[in-house]
């Protein structure tokens, strides 16, 4: 795999920091951050239904593999040095319906989240 | 000689031999392990093992230099050969804790890059054409 693409939803501040923390982090595998709907999401994959991305995150290999959501997370995860081991961690079967949890819990209240954050700037 | 004097030379002896031992045996089964961590690049292997190994003799020889005084006499040869043991099985316990200290590195770096190729630890949902940009 050479690389990930991510689709990101840039009008949510928590997605915004995630991106910034992301940025610093020593990766394994590079990531590359598009915003979701954006012209270049479509134009990189003409194929791919747009609207659920709006909704999860969306992760996509340079090679055509799609994550939606907790497994995307992981996916992102995978990529860093630093986490790669959490992400099978995570990924094992007594804490995939956790993660599963978690994760759209973050994800459906990610508005909520950013605003009492103050991150929504 | 005085007990003590053949006591002292015979600790260093024993000492001294050990440590070599347990470097070379390092050294010797070390390196196919590195081999495998670095990928096949032997150069850097050995460079990394030499290095271990001498940081290895270091903190032995060190620590069976300041162990070395007795700090009372000895009246006989049994008095010898008790503080003797004693000294040898530090010896021996610094060694073997040394040794299990150096396999945990190589286990560590093993595992490091074991990591760097991994399969991702889920399966896609779904595939999709990829533009290239």
Same mark, same amino acid.
């Given at each position: ?29 590079? /990531? ?32 055509? !593999? ?23 961690? /995570?990924?094992?079967?007594?804490? /995939? ?22 991150? !929504?700037? | ?133």
């Amino acid at each position: 795999m050479l690389s990930l693409t991510v689709l990101y939803d840039p009008l949510c501040g928590l997605c915004r920091r995630v991106h910034e923390w992301l940025e610093e982090q020593p990766k394994f595998v590079p /990531l590359i951050l598009v915003p979701v709907k954006s012209d270049e999401a479509q134009r990189c994959f003409p194929h791919l239904d747009h609207d659920p991305t709006s909704n999860d995150l969306t992760v996509i290999t340079n090679e055509g !593999a799609v994550y939606f959501g907790p497994k995307a997370w992981l996916m992102v995860l995978w990529a860093l040095c630093r986490y790669r081991e959490w992400s099978y961690r /995570l990924a094992s079967p007594e804490l /995939l319906p956790t993660t599963r949890r978690v994760v759209s819990l973050i994800s459906r209240h990610r508005y909520q989240i950013s605003r009492i954050a103050d991150l !929504a700037r | 000689m005085p007990v003590e004097i053949i006591t002292y030379l015979v600790y260093l002896a024993i000492s001294i031999a050990l440590t070599i031992w347990v470097a070379h045996t390092l050294h010797q089964n070390g390196r196919v392990f590195l081999v495998d961590v670095f990928h096949g690049n032997e150069p850097l292997a050995d460079s990394v093992n030499h290095l271990l190994v001498v940081g290895f003799y270091l903190i032995n020889l060190g620590y069976v230099s300041l162990a070395l005084k007795l700090g009372y006499n000895l009246a006989s040869a049994q008095e010898g050969i008790e503080a003797l043991s004693v000294k040898v099985g530090m010896v021996l316990l610094v060694l073997g804790a040394m040794h299990f200290f150096n396999l945990f590195i190589f286990s560590r770096m093993r595992r490091r890059a074991t990591l760097r190729n991994a399969p991702p630890p889920v399966a896609p949902d779904a595939f999709t054409a990829v533009r290239e940009a």
